[in-house]
């Protein structure tokens, strides 16, 4: 009796390391990096995190293959090492494009089947080269229904890909993310390769934040990136209900939250709430601002108030004209938790960089758990 026992128990116990380890994650409490962006690596607390995003790695529009630029070179070939030094088990991606690459070229590279082999062949030999655990695409974003089914052919072909590599190589399957619309429309119109989407990546980042910016609607104070929205617009909690509704599961979704705001300016300091009078950024970049920058504002402004708007999930503070809405500790404690509390594989971060001496990024994480 008692070798069978054994026997069960061991079976059951390979079973269950080999379904950790083999398909896919039990939670994602991720964040996004890149150089210069107010942290060295080697500062960030990597125990706060299961993934850490390295961004971003380009396309070359020529060749279709993805590189790396030489001046990230160095820091991304050292990226998986020095994260892994407080935190032997947290796995790293490489991000691919990004807001500021050019979208014409993702469109093109994944029209023809000979473009997107070279970029998928490319990916992977960069990421094994440079010690990821997986890639990561950031098309921002397919603009068409024929560019969103090629997005399709391309994960497909991807996910045969690294499934080929890792036979071949007997090291894990490559990880395979990409960051989307927060919504599972573009623009409310091109929809996402659904069916590839579930069967080919791993998990999706939905960027669920820039709703509103200073110059759309430059007339009233809005939260950016609002977990709730009583009147039915754009939030994070419509986009994950409706990207559920087109079919994919919540445990392939995981919710973004950004370490910035933007500051609006108020047309009377006397008017400071949600859709309060405004006209316009008050500073420069449409009055985009890091976490850690509108807490020295607040630090530093006489009179300055923090407000949590529970309606909304949502923080602002103003003090005189200046209006800024943005993610504080209880918006980003409340929106981890609802990701958790509705089932979601987790949540990450955009960025790290700009977090407060990691204040956020310790929050989200609490706010998880184990
Ligand atoms: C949140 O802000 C809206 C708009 O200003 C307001 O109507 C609502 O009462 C606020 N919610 C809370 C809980 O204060
Ligand atoms: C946010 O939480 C961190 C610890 O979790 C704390 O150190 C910090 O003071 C809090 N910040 C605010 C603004 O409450």
Redesign the pocket.
């Known amino acids: 009796m008692a070798s069978i026992t054994k026997f069960i128990l061991l079976s059951l116990t390979l079973c269950v390391l080999h379904l950790n380890f083999c398909h896919g994650q039990n939670a994602v409490k991720a964040g996004y990096w890149f150089p210069d962006s107010g942290i060295a690596l080697s500062d960030i607390d990597s125990k706060l995190f299961t993934h850490l995003f390295c961004a971003f790695a380009d396309l070359d529009p020529q060749s279709n293959k993805v590189t790396i630029s030489s001046s990230n070179a160095g820091p991304f070939s050292q990226f998986t090492k020095t994260v892994q030094l407080k935190n032997p088990s947290v796995k790293t991606l490489l991000s691919i494009g990004g807001g500021n690459s050019n979208r014409a070229d993702f469109a093109s590279m994944a029209s023809q089947s000979s473009s997107r082999k070279s970029f998928i062949d490319s990916s992977i030999n960069l990421a094994r080269a440079n010690n990821f655990h997986g890639l990561d695409l950031d098309w921002e974003y397919p603009q068409s229904a024929s560019e969103m089914k090629n997005l399709g052919s391309l994960l497909d072909e991807w996910r045969a890909a690294v499934a080929t590599e890792a036979k071949n190589s007997g090291k894990p399957q490559l990880i395979l993310t990409a960051a989307v619309s927060f919504a599972s429309k573009v623009d409310g119109l091109y929809q996402y390769p659904i069916p590839s989407v579930s069967r080919s990546l791993d998990w999706i980042n939905l960027m669920a934040y820039d709703f509103y910016a200073p110059d759309r609607p430059s007339t009233s104070t809005r939260c950016h990136a609002a977990l709730k929205d009583p009147s039915g617009q754009a939030s994070g909690s419509s986009g994950i209900a409706d990207w559920e509704k087109a079919g994919v599961g919540a445990k392939k979704l995981v919710l973004g939250i950004p370490f910035y705001g933007y500051a609006w300016r108020l047309v009377n300091a006397n008017n400071h709430?949600?859709?309060a009078p405004a006209n316009g950024a008050a500073g420069p970049d449409n009055g985009v601002e890091r976490y850690q920058d509108i807490r020295t504002f607040v630090a530093q402004t006489p009179g300055a108030v923090v407000v949590y708007?529970?309606?909304?999930v949502c923080n602002y503070c103003y003090a005189g004209t200046t209006w800024i809405g943005y993610d504080d500790n209880q918006t980003v404690s409340t929106k981890v938790s609802y990701a958790k509390q509705n089932g979601l594989l987790g949540y990450f971060a955009w960025h790290i960089g700009a977090d407060d001496n990691l204040a956020l990024s310790r929050q989200a994480s609490q706010a998880w758990g184990a």
């Open positions: 709430g949600i859709l708007n529970s309606t909304y």
